[in-house]
């Protein structure tokens, strides 16, 4: 890995509801265009941004990233739930002090960066950690002409340098760009509405943690 670098690891947050193949491509994507050992996705017990009508159970969710994340560099995780945490820039700041000898990475589609200014301290997540954009299709326009860009243009720098550089520094924004993945979790949540009774069972071992996941239904 490199004197004095510590393990590289790219944070890929959402509901996962359900993880498909488009989470899977984009991420495998990103490890190899950042240099990164593995990325870990964070299953959120509840996106502040998100309606919780029509959310699956977190064990249900858990159980469609580890389906997705099987045999590659993946690890998904409820550890939110766990840390206590709501929003990402607190989750952000807990997992660097409880594992200070991994490098982060913040990584997120451009649909996200468009409306990253009204994230809880946007800035600061800026700050905590290096972050990297994956382009969306449909998004791009919104994500170049957001504030939040007009703020983090200042702190571009290409995949190439930054996979090079022994050691991150933040803020640091990187712009990745690959062909176009159309798969999203709406439309199978559409084309399969009952798409979590795949997963039988209301809990499970974190696969980071390997602490038990109980649905707060108890079912």
């Avoid at 390997?210 to 079912?219: D, F, Q, R, V, Y």
Wanted: glycine fraction near 8%; hydrophobic fraction near 40%; avoid cysteine.
């Amino acid at each position: 890995m490199g004197s004095g670098r510590g393990i590289r690891t790219g944070l890929l947050g959402g509901s996962f509801n359900p993880a498909h193949g488009g989470h899977r491509r984009i991420t495998r994507f990103a490890i190899k265009a950042l240099g990164l050992d593995q990325a870990w996705w964070l299953v959120s017990p509840g996106n502040p941004l998100k309606p919780k009508r029509g959310m699956a159970p977190l064990p249900a969710r858990l159980r469609s990233a580890q389906a997705q994340a099987r045999r590659a560099p993946i690890v998904p995780t409820a550890i939110e739930r766990e840390l206590g945490t709501r929003y990402t820039i607190d989750t952000l700041r807990a997992l660097k002090r409880r594992y200070p000898r991994r490098q982060f990475i913040w990584l997120m589609g451009s649909d996200n960066l468009a409306q990253f200014h009204r994230w809880r301290d946007w800035r600061g997540i800026a700050r905590t950690m290096p972050i990297a954009v994956i382009a969306r299709p449909g998004y791009d326009a919104q994500a170049m002409a957001s504030p939040a860009m007009a703020w983090l243009r200042r702190y571009r720098v290409s995949a190439a340098s930054f996979k090079s550089r022994g050691r991150w520094s933040a803020p640091a924004l990187v712009l990745l760009r690959f062909d176009p993945d159309p798969r999203s979790a709406t439309a199978l949540r559409r084309a399969a509405p009952d798409w979590a009774s795949r997963y039988d069972g209301s809990r499970m071992r974190d696969p980071l943690t390997h602490h038990l996941i109980i649905s707060p239904e108890g079912i």
